[in-house]
């Protein structure tokens, strides 16, 4: 289990985090099965992406071993326990090389198609990724600020990608595959004035202006070193 913890996360601590991850491996067990709950940090976005359509695209990338490096060691480190977990490794090590392996051979993005066939969708989507529902305006708003980033508001921008149609604020609201963010700096990176900071994907420019301050100020910055967060506590 993949348990998120953070201002982005169900879970705003890591303390409630692990009560829930507590409360669900017991489940699990009850039921007879082996469970292994891991507590992730949601206090910032994982990978880049945030949306629909770009986190396909993404997801598709890292199985082509071409991910954003956060976003890979996640899931390779997921990858490993699984792998543990189904017997089909005797550490996590060796979990963890044989979902490398799987990557580095293609048969991780092959298993993507078969799933995907296997449920009636047109894989060619997935061979295909640029098929995927785009934007009709991006835009990437620059860094006001030089220093090193402090913070990444993950709740902030995904109230946001809801705002431009990515999720859904009521039940009965439609989806826009399309819309969303590419974050481009994260916690403990530097920055320099100008340097990209986020691209928005909107419908169009009026939505660009609902969220443009929003997620700009979902940023925080410092003028000395900030330790990176960690990907699992």
Same mark, same amino acid.
């Given at each position: %289990?993949?348990?998120?913890?953070?201002?982005?996360?169900?879970?705003? =601590?890591?303390?409630? +985090?692990?009560?829930?991850?507590?409360? &669900?491996?017991?489940? /699990?067990?009850?039921?007879?099965?082996?469970?292994?709950?891991?507590?992730?940090? &949601?206090?910032?976005?994982?990978? *880049?992406?945030? /949306?629909?359509?770009?986190?396909?695209?993404?997801?598709?990338?890292?199985?082509?071993?071409?991910?954003?490096?956060?976003?890979?060691?996640?899931? %390779?480190? %997921?990858?490993?326990? &699984?792998?543990?977990?189904?017997?089909?490794?005797? =550490? %996590?090590?060796? /979990?963890?090389?044989?979902?490398?392996?799987?990557?580095?051979?293609?048969?991780?993005?092959? @298993?993507?198609?078969?799933? *995907?066939?296997?449920?009636?969708?047109? *894989?060619?989507?997935?061979?295909?990724?640029? @098929?995927?529902?785009?934007? @009709?305006?991006?835009?990437?708003?620059?860094?006001?600020?030089?220093?090193?980033?402090?913070?990444?508001? +993950?709740?902030?921008?995904?109230?946001?990608?809801? =705002?431009?149609?990515?999720?859904?604020?009521?039940?009965?609201?439609?989806?826009?595959?399309?819309?969303?963010? &590419?974050?481009?700096? @994260?916690? /403990?990176? =530097?920055?320099?004035?100008?340097?990209?900071?986020?691209?928005?994907?909107?419908?169009?420019?009026?939505?660009?202006?609902?969220?443009?301050?929003?997620?700009?100020?979902?940023?925080?910055?410092?003028?000395?070193?900030?330790?990176?967060?960690?990907?699992?506590?």
């Amino acid at each position: %289990l993949d348990v998120k913890a953070g201002n982005g996360a169900f879970m705003p =601590t890591v303390e409630s +985090a692990r009560e829930l991850a507590e409360a &669900m491996t017991a489940i /699990g067990r009850l039921a007879g099965r082996q469970v292994t709950a891991l507590i992730a940090d &949601m206090n910032q976005p994982l990978g *880049v992406a945030v /949306g629909n359509a770009v986190e396909v695209v993404e997801a598709i990338q890292a199985l082509h071993g071409s991910g954003p490096e956060d976003f890979m060691e996640h899931c %390779l480190h %997921l990858s490993a326990h &699984m792998l543990l977990l189904g017997k089909r490794a005797e =550490t %996590l090590e060796q /979990g963890r090389a044989m979902a490398q392996k799987a990557i580095d051979n293609g048969s991780a993005f092959e @298993k993507l198609c078969q799933l *995907v066939a296997a449920q009636g969708g047109d *894989v060619s989507f997935v061979e295909h990724p640029e @098929k995927l529902p785009t934007a @009709k305006v991006i835009v990437t708003v620059e860094s006001p600020y030089a220093g090193t980033i402090a913070g990444v508001h +993950a709740r902030t921008i995904g109230e946001a990608a809801v =705002t431009l149609g990515a999720g859904r604020a009521q039940k009965g609201d439609q989806v826009d595959h399309a819309v969303g963010f &590419m974050i481009h700096k @994260k916690v /403990g990176q =530097t920055v320099s004035v100008g340097e990209p900071l986020f691209t928005i994907h909107a419908r169009d420019h009026t939505q660009v202006g609902q969220v443009r301050q929003i997620v700009q100020d979902a940023f925080a910055f410092s003028d000395g070193p900030v330790a990176p967060l960690p990907l699992f506590y």
